[in-house]
């Protein structure tokens, strides 16, 4: 039997309303006791008086919600007291619930207990995580889709044709006799299958991947060019110093937004000119390795003064680099003379949808569609989606061995077992303590 287990689900700090979780067989018992709650008969919310346990001094007003199992986030009695938005309060309250006799839970001890109890797969539980880190439309909304079981219903639907394909070497083997064997190509063909279905999956990681993460996109320029200019134009708020002198963002300026629902890290870069300050240079050299690793570049050039040498430094530097080129200042004119570029203006706004629907194009994120596609996005999927492709083409090099039945079912056996670590249908104990390594207490 589970113990009963209680923490704090909202975070610390002020606000108008703090929830206190309580989930386990005691749970009711326990809110009976610092509660003028008495009934907990069906699934509700209560208004009550919440006191302390033992000398019954009244500590507030709240409500209970009531989660009669199995029909709560984890499966078990679950009690959600609502209170005031006092931090000091919902210690307090913790502080008697643990007294009434709940323990401390864990970080992510609540959504360990739904997995436990087959509320969710793993898929689901890592996208519960996602779901509370998400900063951006696009990474919500891959988060809901994978909550949904997006994830695992097709892990597990693959997972059902490979457990199929064993099932019939393996009745064949034991029974050959009675059994056909399964021919070699009707095997084939599901491999070749899945094989597609695999790489298809990882294709669109790369994309999952970035949508959860955001993208770093750093601007570069000769100074003067608008690229801090172009910074807050994007941001839509004012965080660079921007300014007539040339040179005065020494160093990289880095900020979050949204682009089009995709979150992204801005990185206004020092630009790379040659200099003898030492304090430049070292901006120099921190801006070339922001472009060494951001996901998109942006080199912005000045439309009213046309391209300059340094200009074509600049691009010959960016060579092979993901890149979009960007005219500056189309306020003031339009003619740069370097092939595709898109042009803007900082200052008045023009174009900047265009430049926004460029960089999610760029970033092979112009025809994401969550109902059609899966953009798995966490690595430890990958990484054993990977892992299940690679037993893959060996089965299917196994497939080509005469006694092709006697060595194919080890390695499907294999990619069962992956497939079954990725949902949690088969999956070890490390793993699943490294997963809620990561979580938050309360959840
Ligand atoms: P940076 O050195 O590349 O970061 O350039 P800044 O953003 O500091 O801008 C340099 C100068 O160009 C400032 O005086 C800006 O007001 C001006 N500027 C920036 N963008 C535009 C634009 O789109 N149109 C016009 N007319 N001026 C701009
Ligand atoms: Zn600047």
Known sequence: MNKTIAAIATPPGTGGVAIVRISGPDAFAVAAKISSVKKFDKNTIKPCVLFELNTKTVLDKGLLSVFKAPNSYTGENVVEINCHGSYYLTQKLLTEVLKAGAHLAEAGEFTKRAFLAGKLDLTQVEAVADTISAGSDLSLNLALRHLEGDV???????RGE??????EIEAALDYPDEIADPSPEKIRALLKNAQK???QLLEDSARGLLIKSGAV??????????????????LKHNKAIVTATPGTTRD?????????????????????RETQDAVEKLGVERSRAHLQTADLVLAVFDAASGAAAEDRKILEYLRGRPQLRVANKMDLSEKVDIPDIIPVSAKTGQNLDLLAAKILEKLDLRRVDFSKNIYISSLRQKDQLIRAAQILAKTLDALETVDYLDVLAPHLQGI?????????????????EQIFAN????K
Request: hydrophobic share 50%; glycine share 10%.
């Open 217 to 234: 996109i750093a601007l570069v320029g000769r100074p003067n060019t608008g690229k801090s200019s172009l910074f807050n134009a994007l």
């Open 197 to 199: 279905t695999f790489a």
């Open 152 to 158: 695992q219903q097709k892990i597990r639907q693959i």
């Open 416 to 432: 069962v077992a992956v497939l079954g670590e990725i949902t949690g249908d088969a999956v070890s104990d490390e793993i699943i």
């Open 439 to 442: 979580f938050c207490v309360g």
């Open 162 to 167: 490979f457990l199929q394909i064993l099932s």
């Open 252 to 272: 990289a300026l880095e900020a979050e937004a949204q682009i089009n629902g995709l979150r992204v890290t801005l990185v206004d870069t020092a630009g790379l």
